[in-house]
């Protein structure tokens, strides 16, 4: 007899493990046809629209988050906001139960859904059904499934933490992809293709590595589920025929408990298998979600504007500090104060790392100050409207340009959406862009490449400067605009600056000092502050810093 019950128990115990692998990998099959149906079969509007919508809406959102340009600075949003949109995908493509194969999110966020919520209520109803046939057994299960769900959790934060470390490696391959490709130029100017494809590839494989490991994590995490799952069906058995024995429980009873403790295994089975899944997702969101908990401090919209025609473009710099907020113990301007009167043309000069970009970011209100001031026409730039002193008052050329893939009047008429044609082409004009615009075959409609890199670096300049020129700024920025040039080009660039600045408060960040010699002011910086201030002549005949740098301008120019 005692053979015969432990061979009855053994049988039953492997069918059990059998039945419930064969059902569960059936299950899997089942789902996989039924999520290919579901994807060829409904339109726009059924099961594929919605997580498709969801998927959209996530990555516009992520884009549209209108933060300022020192949130930018931060190591989360280096890039700036493309790891954030990659995140996006990468939280949006989950792996499926089934495989290797891989679904995106059409069948993701409608599928797991279900299937969760269906697994939960399965194992709560199920539990009640336990209790009512057989109490002590319950309680014994209940006491069991703690211990369980405790080795879960620590299981599954060891598991998280190694799906952000994978999510990271795949953001730092991705990285340097786009920045190899990014500068192809540059690049292949030093033959450095094969150093890349090797850096490249290095940072694939450890990707590859890290998600291998996680990948080997959630499948022993999902086998260890299993083994727990089936031991306590094995302890079920021995406990109900202990109860059987006594006559506190029939065999009727002990089957009932056994079919409901079985769907309560392939419930957890399954809500294991989607822990894994979210994993995942919550790794790869959580670089999105990160970024989308940032609170910008200078809000781009609300404040007052000032009428133009009672705008009169003065500025003032009063006793202003300033750190970028990634080095807040490295000061950048120390009590600095500067005043650009109306229609007058104030330069800045200094050696490099003095200050002077971050004089022109204050003004553009690209960060605020730690202490001190920004004024325009006597009103703190803090109290107005950002989205108006950006778009209408100030115009900002810089060094280097940045051209979009489109035509040359999309990009002229990116300073100002509404203009019309003439307005297009008079700003040309006056940027002394028109004439080598008109010479292509295409004219205005002729498509740049990316970067605006089909033009050469003074042809990039003057269409940046129609870009300012058509929205007519009262203040213009001109943040070392021609240093970048050669000699032809830049004279070209600055006949068309010296046509732009007139009847305009103009800031000039200068590193040629021969381009600002006829400024009304030229201010030389050091250490963040202003040490000394004058015209050309003045400044030479004091024979101080804007001196030295006079002379070894000239020097570096006859080597």
């Not at 799952?229 to 079920?236: D, E, M, P, Q, S």
Request: hydrophobic share 40%.
């Amino acid at each position: 007899m005692k053979t015969l019950s432990t061979s009855l128990f053994t049988s039953f115990l492997v069918f059990n493990i059998c039945r419930n692998f064969s059902f569960t990998n059936a299950t899997h099959g089942v789902r996989a046809a039924s999520c290919c149906q579901t994807n060829c079969c409904h339109g726009p509007h059924g099961n594929f629209s919605f997580p498709q919508r969801t998927k959209i809406g996530i990555c516009n959102f992520v884009f549209s988050k209108k933060h300022e340009v020192s949130a930018h600075d931060l190591p989360l949003c280096s890039g700036p906001r493309t790891l954030s949109l990659t995140s996006v995908h990468q939280m949006m493509l989950l792996p499926c139960n089934w495989g290797t194969a891989y679904i995106s999110v059409e069948a993701t966020i409608s599928r797991n859904a279900v299937q969760g919520l269906r697994s939960i209520t399965q194992t709560v109803g199920c539990f009640v059904s336990l209790y009512i046939i057989s109490p002590k057994l319950t309680g014994l299960t209940v006491v069991v499934l703690p211990c369980l769900v405790g080795a879960g959790a620590l299981i599954g934060s060891f598991l998280r933490r190694l799906s952000r470390l994978a999510q990271e490696q795949v953001a730092k391959s991705t990285g340097v992809a786009d920045e190899a490709l990014g500068n192809v130029r540059t690049v292949k100017a030093f033959a450095m293709e094969e150093r890349e494809l090797q850096l490249y590839a290095y940072e694939v494989e450890k990707s590859c590595e890290m998600n291998e490991n996680l990948g080997t994590g959630i499948a022993v995490f999902q086998g260890l589920s299993n083994i727990a799952l089936n031991c306590i069906v094995l302890g079920t058995i021995f406990a109900g025929g202990t109860l059987i024995s006594s006559n506190e429980m029939s065999p009727g009873d002990l089957m009932s408990f056994l079919v409901a403790s079985q769907t309560v295994q392939r419930s957890l089975a399954s809500i294991s298998i989607l822990f894994g899944q979210m994993v995942r997702g919550t790794s790869a969101g959580a670089r999105v979600f990160e970024y989308l908990s940032l609170k910008p401090t200078i809000p781009l919209s609300g404040g007052g504007r000032i009428p133009y025609h009672s705008l009169a473009g003065r500025v003032d710099f009063l006793n202003i500090s300033f750190s970028y907020p990634t080095r807040p113990g490295h000061i950048i301007l120390d009590r600095f104060n500067l005043t650009l009167p109306p229609s007058k043309t104030i330069a800045i000069v200094g050696e490099s790392g003095g200050g002077k970009s971050t004089v022109a970011a204050l003004l553009e209100r690209f960060y605020d100050p730690t202490s001190g001031v920004v004024m325009l026409d006597g009103l703190d730039i803090r109290t107005l409207d950002l989205c108006w002193l950006r778009g209408q008052v100030i115009g900002f050329i810089n060094q280097e340009p940045v051209l979009f893939g489109a035509s040359i009047m999309e990009n002229i008429r990116f300073g100002k959406p509404e203009a019309t044609d003439a307005e297009v082409f008079e700003a040309a004009k006056q940027a002394n862009a028109h004439r080598f615009i008109t010479s292509f075959p295409d004219g205005y409609n002729t498509v740049l490449g990316e970067r605006g890199v089909t033009l050469s670096g003074g042809q990039k300049q003057r269409v940046a400067i129609a870009r300012a020129l058509i929205k007519n700024p009262s203040i213009l920025v001109l943040d070392e605009a021609t240093s970048a040039l050669d000699a032809e080009s830049e004279r070209v660039v600055q006949e068309a600056l010296d046509l732009a600045t007139r009847g305009r408060t103009v800031l000039i960040i200068a590193h040629r000092l021969s381009t600002i010699q006829a400024a009304d002011l030229i201010c030389v910086m050091s250490n963040g502050r202003i040490i000394e201030a004058g015209t050309h002549t003045e400044l030479l005949g004091r024979g101080g810093l804007y001196c030295d740098l006079i002379r070894r301008q000239r020097a570096e120019g006859r080597k």
